[in-house]
């Protein structure tokens, strides 16, 4: 399955993502196809609506100690809840779908998730650093909120502008 990275401003990112029942052969071949999407483009993570899919998946892939990206560090989260958070953090986030921006957000330093596994199994994880901000991050995207949604109105004012420009560079340099 090919993948394309759906970019704001797609009407497709505000969709809410629908919940998960069959854990089959179709889903298992979607998130194979986001994780070489996520890969190639050197991201982090990425939920499915990221490429127009809109069910309730998502992938994490944070970086070890040495800065690497590997298969063992992969999660894959199915249907993911929140049931605990606490504490306060921020940090200069980015988004596939959003390319060339960083803004700081406010985040939950500490959460607790519930989800399922690619095979429906339930699992839990404690997260806290940047795979608490990342998970938190990817479930707004199941929500059809983006990063830049919470930013204040002058910096998102600040923030459109700044993009628009940037998506006019693009497109003349491809001419
Ligand atoms: C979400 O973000 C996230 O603009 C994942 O040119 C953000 O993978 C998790 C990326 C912050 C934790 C902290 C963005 C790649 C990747 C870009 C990403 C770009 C190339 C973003
Ligand atoms: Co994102």
Redesign the pocket.
């Known amino acids: 399955m090919k993948l394309i990275i759906v970019e704001y401003p797609d009407k497709r990112l505000k969709e809410k993502s629908k919940l998960i029942e069959r854990f089959d052969k179709e889903l298992h071949e979607l998130l194979d196809s986001m994780y070489e999407a996520?890969i190639k483009?050197?991201?982090?993570?990425?939920a499915a609506i990221q490429v127009g899919h809109a069910k309730q998946a998502l992938l994490?892939n944070?970086p070890d100690e040495e800065d690497k990206q590997s298969m063992e560090t992969l999660i894959e989260m199915i249907n993911p809840v929140i049931t605990q958070k606490s504490g306060e953090t921020v940090?200069?986030?980015?988004?596939?779908s959003?390319?060339?921006?960083?803004e700081d957000?406010n985040r939950y330093e500490n959460i607790i998730v519930n989800y399922q596994d690619r095979d429906g199994n339930t699992k839990t994880i404690e997260a806290d650093g940047?795979l608490s901000?990342?998970v938190q991050?990817?479930i707004d995207h199941l929500n059809g909120i983006l990063?830049i949604d919470k930013l204040s109105y002058s910096r998102r004012k600040k923030f459109e502008k700044e993009y628009k420009r940037v998506q006019k560079e693009k497109k003349l340099s491809k001419e």
Do not use: T
């Open positions: 996520m483009s050197n991201g982090i993570g990425l994490l944070i940090y200069q986030e980015g988004c596939l959003v390319p060339s921006f960083y957000i940047l901000i990342a991050h990817e990063f």
